[in-house]
Every structure is written in structure tokens, then in C-alpha cells.
T-cell receptor, first 114, second 112 residues
Framework: GAGVSQSPSNKVTEKGKDVELRCDPI?????LYWYRQSLGQGLEFLIY????????KSGLPSDRFSAERTGGSVSTLTIQRTQQEDSAVYLC????????????FGPGTRLLVL | QKEVEQDPGPLSVPEGAIVSLNCTYS??????FMWYRQYSRKGPELLMY????GNKEDGRFTAQVDKSSKYISLFIRDSQPSDSATYLC????????????FGSGTRLLVRP
């Protein structure tokens, strides 16, 4: 079946603008995650959604970052008032609910803030 | 100090060689250990998953976990040029298994 899909693949924006990144998980995967991959920082956890439970937002770096998941499927990560340090690859992953440690990643969205 | 340490490489080997990739960690609560492969400009691909200590083999890949030493390894036998990629170790604790902590990745180059 289809894997995790993300859009757009690449996004160039100007400092101060808002951006929205989209993730479509593997069908049947009720757990969804967002990570950020920066040069020199590796992958860092941002947020975790599981079904209708309250998400774990502990990894979000500032209140400019927010995410939602509608209908238990597609998720959107929003970055408001983007800064140059937000430039990174944003990766989405999904998993079966009982196998949260085995996550399957999408191709990522490469964000460049000028 | 980072929770998970991984030599960034690059590691360059001839085709057919046995490759050894390693990570060390400091958090004794980690129970789940994963290896991901990431090709340039692609997302990480799950290769191996191990719970607690021990070995696991899948084709040309073997994952080892030594919790007493806080050390994990990935061995690749009969390496191929197509194995050239960045290899990321990841781990998580029992009570927060979804929160993967990644190493920074080791770049591997397999020369034909």
C-alpha cells in the first residue's frame, strides 16, 4: 500500500510569513508524529497524535508551532511568523497504535526561510 | 552531552566488506532500539527493530544491543554500493516508546 505522504516537497518562504505543512499517514495507522531534521541537530521529536487522545506537544520549540489532526487521519503542522532558524526538513511518521516505537517516515518537506 | 552518540563518518569501504555501525547512549531507561537508513533527500526507512538486549538478524543485516555497556551495533554483510546512505540509530524508553531519540547518523559509502 501507499506510504506516508507529505506536501509540499519543498517550500521557500520569507521571514515572518506563515507556512502549513501537510501529512497523510499510512492507512490504518492511528498514531502520527512530526519530527524536525536540521543540519547538525539530527532528528528531533516535535509532536505525537494518537486517535482522539490529547496530543503530546512537548517537543514543539515555541508557540509559533502548532499542529492539528482532522478526522484521525491527515495532519497539518503550522509555523507562524517563520524565522530563519526554522529552516529544516520536517518529517512526518505514522505507526500502528500498539507499535509506537516502529515508525514509518514520509519523504519530508524541505523548508527554507529567507 | 547528547543522549545518543553516533560517529558521523563518513565511513568508506570496498564492495563486499563487512560494515560495523555503532551508537552509544546514556539513558538506561531505553528499551527499544531501531536502525534507520536514509538516502539523500529521502525520509528515514526502518531497517531493524530490537527490544531490550540481544541480537536480531534480517538478511545481510544484524543488530546487536548490549544494555550493560549502553552500546548498539548494526552489521552489514557483503556490503553493496546500494547500501551507501546515512544510517541513523534511534531508541526510546518503555514509558514513552513513541518519543524516538536519534543519533546524528553515520554516512556510509560503499565503493564498487
Amino acid at each position: 500500500g501507499a506510504g506516508v505522504s507529505q506536501s509540499p516537497s519543498n517550500k521557500v518562504t520569507e521571514k515572518g510569513k506563515d507556512v502549513e505543512l501537510r501529512c497523510d499517514p499510512i492507512s490504518g495507522h492511528t498514531a502520527l508524529y512530526w519530527y524536525r531534521q536540521s543540519l547538525g541537530q539530527g532528528l528531533e521529536f516535535l509532536i505525537y497524535f494518537q486517535g482522539n487522545s490529547a496530543p503530546d506537544k512537548s517537543g514543539l520549540p515555541s508557540d509559533r508551532f502548532s499542529a492539528e489532526r482532522t478526522g484521525g487521519s491527515v495532519s497539518t503542522l503550522t509555523i507562524q511568523r517563520t524565522q530563519q532558524e526554522d529552516s529544516a526538513v520536517y518529517l512526518c511518521a505514522s505507526s500502528w497504535p500498539g507499535q509506537r516505537e516502529t515508525q514509518y517516515f514520509g519523504p519530508g518537506t524541505r523548508l527554507l526561510v529567507l | 552531552q547528547k543522549e545518543v552518540e553516533q560517529d558521523p563518518g563518513p565511513l568508506s569501504v570496498p564492495e563486499g566488506a563487512i560494515v560495523s555501525l555503532n551508537c552509544t547512549y546514556s539513558n538506561s531507561a531505553f528499551q527499544y532500539f531501531m536502525w534507520y537508513r536514509q538516502y539523500s533527500r529521502k525520509g528515514p526507512e526502518l531497517l531493524m527493530y530490537t527490544y531490550s538486549s540481544g541480537n536480531k538478524e534480517d538478511g545481510r543485516f544484524t543488530a546487536q544491543v548490549d544494555k550493560s555497556s549502553k552500546y548498539i551495533s548494526l552489521f552489514i554483510r557483503d556490503s553493496q554500493p546500494s547500501d551507501s546512505a546515512t544510517y541513523l540509530c534511534a531508541m526510546s524508553a518503555l514509558d514513552s516508546s513513541y518519543k524516538l531519540i536519534f543519533g546524528s547518523g553515520t554516512r556510509l559509502l560503499v565503493r564498487p
